[in-house]
T-cell receptor, first 112, second 110 residues
C-alpha cells in the first residue's frame, strides 16, 4: 500500500517552461488536493477535487491548472512557469471523514 | 469563513519539560479537528481526529483535547525526536476541504 505518490520529487525549470506534476493514490479516496508550502507561510491550497472529473479552485489558483480524469490521479500543470512558483508542492487525498489527509512526500520545484 | 490560529509559532523545550500547543478555531459546523506532524523535508503525517467538545485522544507522549473554541496538543516529557512542526486543521460543512493553521515548530533540546 503506497498511499500517495508524487512525481517528480525535484525539478528545476526555466522561466516560461511548462510542466505537469503527477499525484497518484491507491486508497480509493474521493477527495484530492494540491498545496504549496513556502517558508513561513504554511500550506496554501491551490486546487482540489471532490471526485473523479471534478475540480475546484483553492486560495492560490492563478498560474496553475488541474485535471482529475481518473479517480486515483490528480495532475497539476504549470503552463508558463514563473520564479514566484518556486516552492514545495504537496498532494493529499482524503476519504471525506474519519482519518485526516494522507500527504505525499512533496515535489521541490525551482524556477530560474 | 473557517479560520485556524495556532500559537505559539515556535516553542523550545528541554527534554522532559512538558508543555502545550494551542489551536484556536472558528468553523461552520465542525465535522472534525485534525492534528498533523510535519518533519523537515517531508509531508505532514496525520496524528489525531477530534469530533466534539470534551473528546481526548492520546498517542505516546501526545494528548489532544477539544473545546468548542480551542484544541490543545499536550506534550508530556518530550524527547528530541518529538521535534517537528505540528499542524492543526478543521473540516467544516464545506465538505472535503480543511482549513489549516500555520503550525507550531517544536524544538526539544537534549
Amino acid at each position: 500500500n503506497a498511499g500517495v505518490t508524487q512525481t517528480p520529487k525535484f525539478r528545476v525549470l526555466k522561466t516560461g517552461q511548462s510542466m505537469t506534476l503527477l499525484c497518484a493514490q491507491d486508497m480509493n479516496h474521493e477527495y484530492m488536493y494540491w498545496y504549496r508550502q513556502d517558508p513561513g507561510m504554511g500550506l496554501r491550497l491551490i486546487h482540489y477535487s471532490v471526485g473523479e472529473g471534478t475540480t475546484a479552485k483553492g486560495e492560490v489558483p492563478d498560474g496553475y491548472n488541474v485535471s482529475r480524469l481518473k479517480k486515483q490521479n490528480f495532475l497539476l500543470g504549470l503552463e508558463s512557469a514563473a520564479p514566484s512558483q518556486t516552492s514545495v508542492y504537496f498532494c493529499a487525498s482524503f476519504t471525506g471523514n474519519g482519518m485526516g489527509y494522507t500527504f505525499g512526500s512533496g515535489t521541490r520545484l525551482t524556477v530560474v | 469563513e473557517d479560520q485556524v490560529t495556532q500559537s505559539p509559532e515556535a516553542l523550545r523545550l528541554q527534554e522532559g519539560e512538558s508543555s502545550s500547543l494551542n489551536c484556536s478555531y472558528t468553523v461552520s459546523g465542525l465535522r472534525g479537528l485534525f492534528w498533523y506532524r510535519q518533519d523537515p523535508g517531508k509531508g505532514p503525517e496525520f496524528l489525531f481526529t477530534l469530533y466534539s467538545a470534551g473528546e481526548e485522544k492520546e498517542k505516546e507522549r501526545l494528548k489532544a483535547t477539544l473545546t468548542k473554541k480551542e484544541s490543545f496538543l499536550h506534550i508530556t516529557a518530550p524527547k528530541p525526536e518529538d521535534s517537528a512542526t505540528y499542524l492543526c486543521a478543521v473540516l467544516g460543512t464545506n465538505a472535503g476541504k480543511s482549513t489549516f493553521g500555520d503550525g507550531t515548530t517544536l524544538t526539544v533540546k537534549p
